[in-house]
């Protein structure tokens, strides 16, 4: 598994509820990444971090949130969670020129 | 800004087949690029990554930098390969990973 471990992996929440996912990592990779994956679209990036403390946004980063205060945890927030961040949710983490190591996957479902 | 193009969504080969997967990007850069493959219920994982330019699983892929293309190849495919296929490319500026939308692999027995 790479080291990589998200919580929870499967969750069902309000509209309008916040929603914290973690990323737990054990291997130091310096780079951490977020994703969401709907058909269709394809993965694509939330917010990433390139060192604690260190973000930034990707191409769907609204509504999105992220904290970073050690190289094992990268925390994604919805602030107030909407029908259309129903989603399978991805953590990814990488170091230097190597390939990127992913997450189980966080199934959120809003209602 | 950096862009993966995968225009096939869905495609299905006979088993014994050829296998293109098409893969184009757009970045101002020298790119990195990778192929990631999802198999049912399993998390991502490499499949190949073109500055080693090895062969995975019978999987190769060429980086033409003038078509701007990154294609993945298997001269037979097999019922096994039968998965989902992400192209992606790395900024080494920035260190943003971008992924296309990939292409579900169905191979046809």
């Known amino acids: 598994d790479a080291g990589i471990t998200q919580s929870p992996r499967h969750k069902v929440t309000e509209t309008g509820t916040p929603v914290t996912l973690r990323c737990h990592q054990t291997e130091n990779h310096r780079y951490m990444y977020w994703?969401?994956?709907?058909?269709?679209?394809?993965?694509?990036?939330?917010?990433y971090s390139y060192g604690v403390k260190d973000t930034d946004k990707g191409e769907v980063s609204d509504g999105?949130?992220?904290?970073?205060?050690?190289?094992?945890?990268?925390?994604?927030t919805l602030e107030s969670a909407t029908s259309s961040q129903t989603s399978v949710y991805f953590c990814a983490?990488?170091?230097?020129?190597?390939?990127?190591?992913?997450g189980q996957g966080t199934r959120l479902t809003v209602v | 800004a950096q862009r993966v193009t995968q225009p096939e969504k869905l495609l299905s080969v006979f088993k014994g087949a050829p296998v293109e997967l098409k893969c184009?990007?757009?970045?101002?850069?020298?790119?990195?690029?990778?192929?990631?493959?999802?198999y049912s219920r399993q998390r991502l994982q490499l499949l190949l990554r073109h500055i080693s330019r090895e062969s995975i699983k019978g999987f190769t892929a060429d980086l033409?930098?003038?078509?701007?293309?990154f294609h993945l190849k298997k001269p037979f495919a097999q019922e096994e390969d039968s998965a989902m296929y992400y192209c992606a490319l790395v900024n080494f500026g920035n260190e943003k990973l971008?992924?296309?939308?990939?292409?579900?692999?169905?191979?046809?027995?």
Do not use: C, M
């Open chain 1, 35 to 47: 994703y969401r994956q709907d058909p269709g679209h394809g993965l694509r990036l939330i917010h």
């Open chain 1, 64 to 76: 999105y949130s992220v904290s970073r205060s050690k190289t094992e945890d990268f925390l994604l």
């Open chain 1, 93 to 102: 983490a990488r170091t230097g020129y190597d390939e990127a190591f992913f």
């Open chain 2, 24 to 38: 184009n990007y757009s970045y101002s850069g020298s790119p990195e690029l990778f192929w990631y493959v999802q």
């Open chain 2, 64 to 69: 033409n930098k003038g078509e701007t293309s």
């Open chain 2, 98 to 109: 971008t992924f296309g939308t990939g292409t579900r692999l169905t191979i046809i027995p």
